[in-house]
């Protein structure tokens, strides 16, 4: 297995709560650099406050996402105070949905511009950095949704994220022997508020769900569904399932 660089400055959005604020603490513990990008400023603050000590370094950066023109000053600025940045992880993400064609047609608008107009903000300005520098690592943070399309409230959800792995798909089939890698990540169902009130016998909790994660990234695969078990069968399952059986799967 090829060894990888340790990327030591890392860009985390979404990083005020969830997996999010997860990955930062697991990365901390591991002594990394970290740009904390979140809309919640005291969320972040709170956080650094508490990594502070563990980290190298940490900074943190008020962003909403889908304010796609202030993400390359707060990615900008974030590298500046880390002395650079070799690694951003595209986490922000939002599960709002209903039905289409009920009349709740904003919850799903504002998903797909948080899950996909804003993580392609993301990309650009991560990828601009990267490409400049010849050098890095993108992560998306991606869903198992992603692999078929879910009915009702999930809908808009599920496509935001086929689009999100369709992009580093993209860009893997571009950038195949650079020196910048990209990686996807699918997770099942992992204990955050996002996922509140789903029951299900498959729920991972948080630490172990961003654990599986963490290993994901740092062995850079190029996607991964985590944690592997159960959700690597399930993802080859829900390729050929028919309807009727897929979905009690999701």
């Known amino acids: 297995m090829a060894k990888h660089p340790t990327r030591q400055k890392i860009i985390i959005t979404g990083a005020s709560s969830g997996l999010g ?3 930062a603490r697991e990365f901390a513990a591991r002594g990394r650099s970290l740009g904390l990008a979140a809309r919640r400023l005291d969320r972040l603050d709170a956080l ?3 990594l502070t000590g563990q980290a190298e370094k940490v900074a943190v950066a008020q962003l909403d996402v889908t304010d796609t023109g202030a993400v390359p000053a707060a990615f900008a600025s974030l590298a500046d105070r880390l002395g650079g940045v070799d690694r951003v992880i595209v986490n922000a993400g939002l599960g709002k949905g209903a039905p289409i064609g009920t009349g709740k047609a904003d919850a799903n608008l504002e998903t797909v511009r948080t899950n996909l107009v804003g993580a392609l903000a993301q990309i650009e300005a991560a990828m601009e950095i990267f490409r400049a520098q010849n050098s890095g690592h993108l992560v998306l943070i991606s869903s198992m949704s992603a692999v078929r399309g ?3 409230a999930q809908a808009a959800y599920s496509a935001s ?3 999100l792995s369709s992009l580093g798909q ?3 089939t571009e950038l195949d022997g650079s020196p910048i890698a990209v990686t996807v990540l699918l997770p099942g169902y992992i204990e955050t508020d996002i996922n509140r009130g789903v029951k299900t016998a498959m729920m991972t909790d948080t630490d172990a769900g ?6 994901a990234i740092e062995a850079e695969k190029k996607r991964a569904e985590v944690p592997t078990w159960p959700w690597a069968p399930i993802g080859v399952a829900l390729k050929y399932l028919p309807d009727a059986i897929s979905a009690r799967l999701v």
Not at 210 to 215: L, Q, R
């Open 150 to 152: 879910l009915p009702k």
């Open 170 to 172: 993209s860009l893997q």
């Open 48 to 50: 650094a406050g508490e």
């Open 161 to 163: 994220k086929a689009g």
């Open 210 to 215: 961003v654990k599986a994660m963490v290993a």
């Open 21 to 23: 604020e997860g990955m």
